[in-house]
């Protein structure tokens, strides 16, 4: 494309996001339900961007939080000639001399990629997942034009007392082009599975590396049960508080023990097969310094033993703040805010409502948190619905704490 081309579709786009935000009177103020609007309005890069300010409830309050989560992607899928054209551009021969069967059907298809069942030819099953051609380009221009945008608008006014948009944009853009190179997806999963090669219970798919590149990653097909399919679990006779239990501990060992953790831990992600919980997709993974696992494991403590001085140290020493804080009054928030669990059982807690009112009181005084700990936080509360669902008698704050 000549520049002058490429100077009027980016014009064009820029007009487009600017009407859209002024067809909801964004400079009249926001509310949740008019974020999510506008970012659905604006197209798969800003539902990308909800999807993570939905994860930070130290940057944006929990109403917002809440109404975002309700974001999905929703994409046409590529025609099927073009996921053959992208495969052949990236093998540089044909697919048919690759695999045996490609699944025209896709299984998924998402802002960033496609995937589809497949067959190699040595006949072992895989799943393909395809990179949309141009994605990189179309959200590295949409990224520049939503920062015009908030200055040109002075949406940073409109906005301050919500989000720092910077801060949603730059962390957007750093995941994104993660998630774009999917050898880091497959170094992740293969970071993943050696971690558990030695535990029998959990599993992960065996990533193909010949066939995967930067835009085309290729891994073991995973058939089995997800694992919220009680139905099923029972009819196999699965135990499944013995499945929840084990997911717990596991879960809790790769955030306290080994600081590297699965950042999207809903039902989707997880499989039982052959009598192994087998993690899937691992696009969003966090990871903990030594430092913060150090502080988490104090954060914890405290949470059981209800010292809410302490709780009061690990979050000052953990998060960062633009204004100067209120140590008494932050003091007085979370003795109040402690003084509701003193009286319960661990087992009574309800983790992610607890979770939450402590975001909410970190939002209350800008206190911003570690990327690491804030993915953290919105996992914990989307693993505890995944536990809930198997069994409601394993509780997650109990493993925490042993």
Partial sequence: MSSS??????????????????????????????????????????????????????????????????????????????????????????PSEIFETIDEVPLGSASIAQVHAATLKDGRKVVIKVQRPGIYKEMEEDVELIRKAVKILNLS????????????????????????????????????KEMYADVQYIGAPTIVDAYTTSHVLVMEYIGGIEIDDIVTLDKEGYARSEICEKLAYNYVNQIIDVGFFHADPHAGNLRIDEGKIVWIDFGMMGELTPRDRDLMKQGVRSLVNRDSALLVETILTLGTSKKEIDHAKFTVEMDRFMNKYINMSLSDINLPQMVQEMFAICHQYAIMLPKGISMLARSLITIEGTMRVLDPKTNIMQVLSS
């Fill in 5 to 94: 081309k490429k100077q009027g579709s980016s014009w064009k786009r820029f007009k487009q996001i600017v009407s859209i935000l002024r067809k909801h009177h964004i400079q009249k103020g926001m509310d949740p339900v008019k974020l999510r609007l506008i970012l659905e309005d604006l197209g798969p890069t800003y539902v990308k961007i909800g999807q993570i300010m939905s994860t930070r409830q130290d940057v944006f309050s929990q109403r917002y939080c809440e109404e975002l989560v309700k974001l999905r992607s929703s994409v046409t899928p590529l025609p099927y000639e073009t996921i053959l054209e992208v495969l052949e551009s990236q093998y540089r021969q044909a």
């Fill in 157 to 192: 006014e409109t906005l301050t007392s919500i989000v720092d948009m910077d801060t949603v944009v730059d962390e957007f853009w750093t995941t994104a082009q993660q998630e774009m190179d999917f050898r880091h997806e497959a170094a992740s999963a293969k970071r993943f």
